[in-house]
């Protein structure tokens, strides 16, 4: 399976956090991805991209939070953030570049 272009739209980035770096123990990576992608996409992209083997696909999306900017009122985008459970023995290095 190769890379098509619209893999790239489907994930963002890699999230790298506390709570991240904790899913990474279980074998699981967690990704930005477009907030209209799908579970079986998001599958799609991760193992055409990285050449692995994917698990699960588990997706949350989170809320933009209403906050100032110079003084005016705003609001924050809307994030779509994908938890990626590997198949035994397969490892994404997320600080590596693409």
């Known amino acids: ?3 098509k272009p619209e893999h790239y739209d489907v994930i963002r980035k890699p999230i790298i956090t506390e709570k991240s770096t904790m899913a990474s123990e279980n074998g699981a990576v967690v990704f930005e991805v477009a907030i209209d992608a799908t579970k079986p996409q998001v599958k799609e992209a991760i193992e055409a991209l990285f ?3 994917v698990k699960a696909v588990n997706t ?3 809320k933009g ?3 100032r900017f ?3 009122i705003g609001r924050r985008n809307d994030v779509k953030k994908a938890y990626v459970t590997l198949e035994e023995g397969n490892t ?4 590596t570049g693409l």
Do not use: L
Request: glycine share 10%; aromatic share 0%; proline share 0%.
């Open 65 to 67: 939070k209403v906050k």
């Open 70 to 72: 110079r003084g005016q």
């Open 92 to 95: 994404i290095d997320v600080s």
């Open 1 to 3: 399976m190769s890379a």
């Open 60 to 62: 949350t999306i989170t």
């Open 51 to 53: 050449g692995v083997k």
